[in-house]
């Protein structure tokens, strides 16, 4: 065995090193012959059809080769070769493997196209070639760049060829930058470059693209004034923008005039005559002509048969489309993807599913795989005639071989439809097929699972999907096109607010509040979950959000509220939740009234208990006059008596007569006897029904407490209403009053007691008024 020694060995890695960082240099015969292949000068189309034609019916046309690179201006000198292999990278820093043109399409996009900016490229390209022009055109990263860089390069003593110029212009076509482009073709013969067919090609399908027909014409129109050849391929090109526009007359014009010009037509000019008349539903032309492509010895090929079996499928007249596609297998023509993914759109688009999988179990027999637009036709047609097993095998074929359709919308569809028919495993499916498929997820998607688990009753699966929302943020994704509806979230937020998971439903309902969800059931919700979950500081921060954005509420989520408060023992927050329900529009019941009064009394807040009574009274709820007779006592009791007053003609004047004699009495055993006397004046001025003893006791602790006069006011005011009190009392007050040297007083209460002592000697034990105003 041989052994390479170390030095050698070391000696070998350094050129391999070097060698690798020689740049790669065009060989101009390559390019050549790239453009020829390009360009080529052949009349018959090619027979190859991308994938997608049958959803975009696109125009039949033949495949363009397109060069990476023009050829290099020449070859490079040994000496070049030589100086580059020498040149070593310095010892310690990596190569620098990105390509010259690279740097230069990066710096342009990084700076403004300025002066520096023109110096700097000069400074790393003292001169430039071919090969790098186009290549930056190329690799140009918008056509702003492009242009400005094609431009510039020429005020550099640069002079572009027909390959450069050409580039420019089908990028200024692609982003329908077609006045630049227009200039610059018009240019050409002054900068000594010749015009081609080509050039005004691109230039015609440039226009045709961006709508504007009439250009195209004028473009083809201008070829002849200008001496330039008018082959079957600038004809093709025409005919491709007038037939996609639906001009169908100018098209028919234009082909008579190709006749008498002598241009022959070719199997790909009635490919494209014929799909533009089937795009314009002119059937019967469209047949016509196939009829005369015949005649002329013209032999349909796979793609004249795919685009009648496509028209007549677009019309719905299957048995046409049956009849060809059946035509084009006796001819030995071998039907492609396209073919049998055309027949299968057309049978599902007239109901016949069964002949559309029919039709895709013979694609397999002969060896002929489906493609995403095959299964993306056929999946609906399941759906919509619910073949749901078949869906569900056709689906798993399609993630196995990892094909993912260019509409999405399939999986949503596909998803209700597992749903409803209750195959909630079998739509577990297709999401999970989806993320195999990597095809983003949306709310939607979510969304039907969601509700549809929730229907079922399995809440675990449908908060395992919740969770991947709230995770992944699905609901904020800004490319998504689907929400999720109101039937998805409302019955998980439910759920989850029902069984103690309120904070879980919050996060994920925030999340739909970003994307401008304002549901009165969700907001509700919250406030019932955090309410029962003990946690009203968290249901109020929900209460202030709805009252800012206008959300209505509901009574029973206030009660909730309310009570959790109450539960807590914040009596004071729950009577400020309970004026918020009654601003609301929501009338407390009488329980709830009770619950937040005796919790303020018991915790001394007479006065806010007495507010509360105060709303209770005047929103008509006339139970709980037990706890009423209460808080008036205590407002007496406390000296609030004016605040006390208030309360009783507030009840006075919605019929809730309060029990005069025990408030009365309760004072007076108190000693409280300003408020007493205060209180029966009051009834008194609007004869209120006030017994004789509740007097006697009034005027027996006014006596007791000294204040004679206030006894003789009152007794006064007693008399004058037709009363009569104990004459031992009266007796008792003349002589505090002779006493006290209120002598007048005293006589004219003498007076009046020998002057109604007859009058009321049958009125004992009974009341001063019969009946309150």
């Known amino acids: ?137 190329h690799s140009a990263r918008n056509s702003e760049h492009a242009l400005q860089f094609f431009r510039w390069v020429e005020k550099t003593g640069y002079r572009h060829d027909r390959s450069t110029h050409l580039k420019i212009i089908e990028i200024l076509g692609r982003v329908s930058k077609l006045n630049h482009a227009r200039c610059i073709l018009f240019d050409m013969p002054k900068k000594g470059v010749e015009w081609d067919e080509e050039l005004f090609i691109v230039l015609i399908d440039s226009y045709g693209k961006a709508g504007i027909v009439q250009e195209s014409v004028k473009i083809f129109q201008k070829m002849k004034e200008l001496g330039v050849e008018r082959s079957i391929k600038s004809y093709d090109a025409l005919f491709k923008v007038i037939m996609r526009r639906g001009r169908v007359l100018m098209a028919k014009r234009y082909f008579n005039a190709m006749l008498r010009d002598g241009v022959l037509p070719t199997r790909h000019t009635y490919n494209i005559m014929i799909w533009g008349f089937f795009l314009s539903l002119k059937v019967e032309t469209a047949k016509r002509f196939f009829e005369e492509m015949k005649e002329k010895q013209i032999s349909p090929d796979v793609v004249t048969y795919n685009t009648m079996i496509n028209g007549y499928c677009r019309v719905k007249q299957m048995e046409e489309a049956d009849k060809f596609f059946v035509e084009m297998k006796g001819k030995n023509l071998i039907p492609t993807v396209i073919s049998y993914t055309t027949m299968i759109k057309g049978y599902v688009s007239v109901g016949r599913v069964d002949d559309g999988l029919r039709l895709f179990d013979e694609m397999g027999s002969f060896g002929i795989k489906p493609n995403d637009v095959t299964y993306s036709t056929l999946l609906p047609g399941l759906c919509d005639a619910e073949k749901l097993p078949e869906a569900s095998k056709l689906l798993k074929e399609m993630v196995e071989r990892h094909l993912a359709p260019k509409d999405n919308s399939i999986f949503l569809r596909l998803m209700s439809c597992q749903c409803n028919s209750g195959n909630m495993d079998s739509a577990a499916d297709v999401l999970k097929g989806m993320i195999r498929l990597s095809i983003p997820t949306e709310a939607a998607h979510y969304g039907v699972l969601i509700e549809n688990f929730c229907k079922v009753g399995v809440y675990d699966r449908a908060i395992k999907l919740l969770d991947k929302v709230i995770e992944k943020e699905i609901l904020l994704n800004p490319r998504s096109s689907s929400e999720m509806e109101p ?65 209505p509420s509901e009574a029973d989520a206030y009660k909730f509220l309310v009570e959790s408060f109450l539960k807590k023992g914040e009596p004071a927050d729950a009577k400020t939740a309970l004026d918020g329900m009654i601003e609301s529009g929501h009338i407390p019941d009488q329980e709830l009234f009770r619950s937040v009064m005796e919790s303020l009394f018991n915790d001394g807040r007479v006065q806010t208990a007495s507010r509360v009574m105060k709303s209770m009274i005047e929103k008509g709820v006339k139970e709980n006059m037990d706890l009423v007779a209460k808080i008036l006592e205590a407002l007496f009791m406390r000296g609030h008596v004016e605040e006390a007053l208030g309360r009783v003609e507030l009840l006075m004047d919605n019929d809730c007569i309060p029990d005069f004699d025990s408030l009365l009495a309760a004072l007076c055993d108190k000693e409280k006897t300003i408020a007493a006397l205060k209180l029966l004046d009051y009834g008194l001025e ?63 209460l003498s007076r009046m007691l020998m002057g109604g002592e007859k009058a009321t000697a049958g009125k004992k034990g009974k009341k001063v008024a019969v009946k309150a105003r």
């Open 487 to 551: 039937s998805a979230y409302n019955p998980m937020i439910e759920y989850l607010c029902n069984h103690g998971q309120t904070e879980k439903a919050e996060a994920f309902f925030r999340q739909l509040m970003k994307t401008g969800v304002q549901d009165p059931a969700a907001f509700n919700n919250l406030l019932r979950g955090h309410s029962k979950e003990g946690t009203p500081e968290s249901a109020l921060e929900i209460l202030k959000i709805m009252g800012r954005r206008g959300v």
């Open 1 to 137: 065995m041989a052994f390479i020694s170390s030095s050698a060995f070391k000696q070998f890695s350094r050129k391999c090193n070097i060698i690798s960082r020689v740049s790669r240099i065009s060989n101009p015969s390559s390019f050549q012959s790239l453009l020829g292949f390009c360009s080529s000068s052949t009349t018959e189309p090619s027979t190859t059809e991308t994938l997608s034609s049958v959803d975009q019916n696109p125009i039949p046309d033949k495949e363009n080769a397109v060069p990476d690179s023009p050829a290099a201006g020449s070859e490079p000198t040994q000496a070049n070769g030589a100086e580059r292999i020498l040149r070593r990278t310095p010892r310690g820093k990596p190569p620098n493997s990105e390509k010259l043109e690279d740097i230069i399409c990066r710096m342009m996009a990084n700076r403004a196209w300025t002066t520096r900016l023109q110096n700097s490229i000069r400074s790393l390209v003292p001169q430039f070639d071919r090969s790098l022009v186009w290549n930056v055109l």
């Open 686 to 748: 609007r004869d209120c029904n006030i017994g004789f003893s509740s007097c006697d006791k009034v005027l027996d602790a006014l006596l007791s407490a000294g204040k004679t006069l206030n006894a003789y006011s009152i007794l006064c005011k007693i008399m004058e209403k037709g009363g009569v009190t104990d004459r031992s009392s009266c007796e008792d007050l003349i002589r505090s009053l002779n006493a006290e040297g209120n002598t007048k007083q005293a006589d004219i």
